[in-house]
């Protein structure tokens, strides 16, 4: 239930329901691994696809396999000697140390890994030919997108090209020039915002948890204008991420009125997850792409952060089904739940997982009341209008 306080507001849908939602994806996310020590060790884009279909939820037509972006295609943003560097580092695993601090390989969290050029380069190509397959419309959830910290010329936060400003270049290279970019991972944003923060065809908007790496996106930052941050407090839970839906966003995306959405869904921001602080249940995000996904004819869904392996099958697969309005239900099938069992994870949160995160989908809501300092935060944000 929205608080009792906080007005409900209709909205049009944009959304083309004769076009049916696709989702792309691809095998090497299956196997491949930044190493046993890291954060992206465990297993993500293969449970979605799993997932979604031992649940039954997808077939032939509406599951892609996504392509490897070409040097060209990364080199729309990247810059080429940057693009050649992590080609040279899958080749030769290895990069001599002026080359590693020049492009962030191999530092930072950032490892020199066996598919260090494929992986990030077919999330980009999925990226490229998800915004070419809505050109005319439609939704596309891309699970293995989101990298938005990718900058043009290093690697940063995991991410090492950037597919989500490689998909809006797409959108707008084909004609569009009103763009809304959502992005209400744990962290914020930074990539996309740097890459767009002078074109007025693009609005950036990033929710993140405040104070958490890269420590940027401060509430008055607009960039070059078209920016939005709101930093949130540690504790954020189910209703106040409603709060925010139909306080801000909504009504922003109704003003804006973009011809195309890109929505970075990180689910980071889970309370089981232990890279954030944050304490959101699934439904949460769900709200957020079942509403977003009506205020525009296009919509791009991506993934993101998301260190927990079962809370990531169990979003992603979650936001698949708000996509195509599938109902979901209260327990999983055997298939899907013997997919989750199976799962390895080496992590303290791992060892034991909730017996309702093995046999659900769907977590409790976890809601409270609204913070004060969540109110003065949003309306502050509000005050700076488009």
């Not at 409603?242 to 966003?249: D, K």
């Not at 959405?261 to 995000?285: F, K, T, W």
Request: aromatic share 8%.
């Amino acid at each position: 239930m929205m608080p009792s306080d906080e007005p409900v507001l209709n909205y049009p849908d944009h959304r083309r329901h004769d076009i049916r939602p696709r989702m792309i994806a691809a095998e090497i996310y299956r196997g491949s691994s930044y190493g046993p020590k890291h954060p992206l060790s465990i297993p993500r884009v293969s449970l979605v696809v799993d997932m979604v279909h031992a649940m039954g939820w997808v077939d032939g037509e509406n599951y892609l396999t996504g392509p490897v972006a070409t040097p060209a295609q990364l080199a729309r943003f990247h810059d080429p000697d940057y693009i050649a560097a992590v080609a040279q580092a899958e080749r030769d695993q290895m990069l001599p140390e002026d080359m590693m601090v020049r492009y962030g390989l191999g530092k930072n969290g950032n490892p020199i890994y066996p598919e260090i050029f494929r992986r990030p380069a077919t999330a980009a190509g999925s990226s490229i030919m998800a915004a070419r397959l809505i050109a005319d419309g439609g939704i596309i959830h891309h699970p293995a997108g989101g990298t938005h910290h990718g900058l043009r010329d290093r690697a940063s936060g995991f991410c090492y090209f950037n597919d989500p400003v490689l998909g809006i270049l797409e959108l707008l290279d084909s004609g569009l020039d009103r763009v809304l970019y959502l992005d209400i991972d744990a962290h914020h944003g930074d990539g996309v915002q740097i890459a767009f923060a002078d074109d007025d065809r693009v609005l950036t908007v990033s929710m993140h948890e405040e104070g958490l790496w890269p420590r940027t996106g401060t509430i008055d930052d607009v960039a070059g204008g078209m920016a939005r941050n709101l930093p949130m407090p540690s504790g954020m839970h189910d209703d106040e991420m409603r709060y925010v839906l139909h306080e801000y966003f909504m009504p922003l995306a109704q003003k804006f009125s973009p011809q195309a959405i890109v929505l970075q869904c990180g689910c980071d921001i889970l309370a089981e997850d232990p890279l954030s602080r944050q304490m959101l249940g699934n439904q949460a995000i769900w709200d957020v792409v079942g509403a977003m996904i009506k205020m525009a004819p296009r919509c791009l869904v991506l993934g993101g952060g998301g260190y927990n392996p079962y809370g990531v099958a169990r979003c992603w697969s979650g936001v698949w089904a708000v996509v195509n309005e599938i109902e979901i239900p209260p327990v999983l099938t055997i298939t899907a739940e013997n997919i989750l069992r199976a799962v390895k994870w080496t992590h303290s949160r791992g060892k034991q997982p909730d017996e309702k995160m093995l046999t659900s989908i769907k977590d409790p809501w976890r809601g409270g009341d609204i913070r004060d300092e969540v109110r003065t935060r949003v309306q502050r944000l509000k005050g700076y209008g488009l």
